[in-house]
């Protein structure tokens, strides 16, 4: 099927927009005015945004001019990593560091910080700024969130001036089927300006990685390589996101971070230099996002259900159960999943909340005291649960443990919320049926775990003499087996 242009649908509206307005204007004066204020946001948002290269040190570089080799680089490495895999490279540890990757940016203050995706100046060893007058400047690293890919940076040097501010909107007020118009250097094409609309709002798990806590703005103006850090405005020239994720390439799917979390990162990241979320130790799901929960869940249509505790988190330490249902957070009301997390990621760490829950049918608050999120190098760790009676890895005969980034770089796999397997007894039932280490187990009879304690509970409420579904990566394959113990 083909696809429409958004300017093909535009002009469809032009030309017979004047039969449905009884003629009242002509189609040429409707034409000229809507390209008038594609041309005015162009002039007022341009002079504000960025062009960024980075130089990276000589060993990490690869010589190519190719486009395939551009998008790689300006993708971060994790999620090179889930889509691609790492590429072989052939290290020159002899060359100086030259130019190799390129994206863009918007000034944000007059002080001249600038905001962008952390992926951008990812292992940047020096970095430059050009202004879209010409002027260039270094600028160094003032803060980075990994976890929402965004980044502050400062121009160096006193005295700047003449920067022009981009004006920030206010992504929650963002409506779909809005226009949205992307700027940047999509393949090294500076100051490009696509035109497209607002597919979408609160688009969330693009990435499949607990600690991704955001939504995105989805839109179909065209944004390709290059374009990571520059802004998504609207048709007033505010910028309401950060362009950020694509969907392969010509897809006319592209994916911005919305502004008001930019926003709120970007003002600590500038005022103490990081991010510091808080958390509750929980895992969640909405109601409306599991219908089978509207059959067992009595007292309540709408709200978030506590799906597992984890015991390294503050929750374990309150009233909190499991297949309780969050309705509220400090009076404000919660619906979905997404709700929950920006109530809780908004509050000071050691800050107590009060919980409006329903269990069982029955109205209950609830306090916690919530707690800092990630440690320093921004990893979030789940801890085994301690609970004795539990033999499950000697009845299956393997030994597994919470999947993080760095367990997943020490055995060579991909990180995806899981569970790894880290030995394996010969002869037991997971050898039988071809466990190996390094496997990944992602559903214990139908059911996601991305924690020990989920997997835990899981095994434990299996019929283990009947048979066990468990599915898995192994070597990037997704497969399953049956487990049961003879």
Not at 6 to 27: D, H, K, R, W
Not at 69 to 78: I, M
Request: net charge negative.
């Amino acid at each position: 099927m083909r696809k429409f242009n958004i300017a093909g649908i535009c002009l469809v509206f032009i030309l017979f927009s004047p039969l449905l307005n009884g003629g009242e204007a002509s189609s040429i004066e409707i034409a000229r005015k809507l390209n008038e204020a594609f041309v005015d946001v162009s002039d007022k948002v341009i002079p504000s945004v960025v062009v960024i290269k980075v130089f990276k040190k000589s060993d990490t570089i690869v010589e190519s001019d190719s486009y395939e080799f551009r998008f790689w680089d300006l993708l971060p490495k994790e999620f090179r990593r889930k889509f691609f895999g790492e590429p072989e490279t052939e290290k020159k540890p002899h060359r100086q560091p030259i130019f190799t990757s390129q994206g863009s940016g918007i000034i944000i203050r007059e002080e001249g910080y600038i905001l962008t995706n952390s992926h951008v100046i990812e292992d940047a060893e020096r970095i430059k700024i050009r202004l879209n007058d010409g002027r260039e400047f270094d600028a160094e690293i003032k803060g980075i969130d990994k976890k929402s890919d965004l980044a502050v940076l400062k121009i160096k040097g006193l005295n700047i001036k003449g920067l022009n501010v981009a004006k920030l909107g206010d992504s929650s007020k963002v409506r779909v089927g809005e226009f949205a118009i992307a700027i940047g250097a999509p393949f090294d094409l500076e100051y490009s300006v696509t035109i497209g609309h607002v597919s979408a709002k609160g688009r969330s798990q693009i990435i499949p990685d607990p600690e991704m806590d955001q939504d995105f703005i989805q839109t179909d103006a065209s944004i390709n390589p290059g374009n990571s850090g520059g802004p998504l405005v609207n048709i007033n020239g505010e910028v309401i996101g950060i362009n950020t994720l694509i969907r392969g390439l010509q897809t006319g799917i592209g994916f911005a971070l919305p502004i008001n979390l930019a926003k709120e990162v970007s003002n600590k990241l500038i005022t103490e230099g990081k991010y510091i979320r808080s958390w509750l130790g929980i895992s969640i799901v909405s109601i409306s996002e599991e219908p089978d929960y509207r059959d067992v869940i009595k007292g309540v249509d709408e709200g978030v259900v506590v799906s597992a505790i984890h015991p390294g988190g503050p929750a374990v330490k309150s009233d909190l159960k499991p297949a309780d249902v969050i309705t509220s957070v400090d009076g404000n009301k919660i619906a979905t999943s997404q709700q929950l997390k920006e109530e809780i990621r908004n509050k000071k760490p050691g800050q107590t909340v009060i919980l409006d829950v329903v269990r069982n049918g029955n109205p209950i608050k609830i306090k916690v005291k919530t707690e800092a999120w990630h440690d320093e190098d921004g990893e979030l760790i789940l801890k085994s649960s301690t609970e004795t009676g539990n033999n499950f890895e000697e009845q299956l005969g393997l030994t597994v443990q919470q999947l993080t980034r760095d367990i997943a770089e020490k055995y060579g796999v991909k990180f995806v919320p899981g569970i790894i397997v880290t030995d394996v007894e010969e002869d037991s039932a997971a050898y039988n049926k071809g466990i190996t280490i390094g496997d990944i187990i992602t559903e214990v009879d139908y059911k996601p775990v991305t924690s020990m304690i989920m997997f835990k509970n899981a095994i434990k409420n299996a019929n283990l003499k009947k048979g066990v579904i468990i599915n898995l990566l192994s070597d990037e394959v997704k497969k399953f087996v049956v487990l049961k113990i003879e």
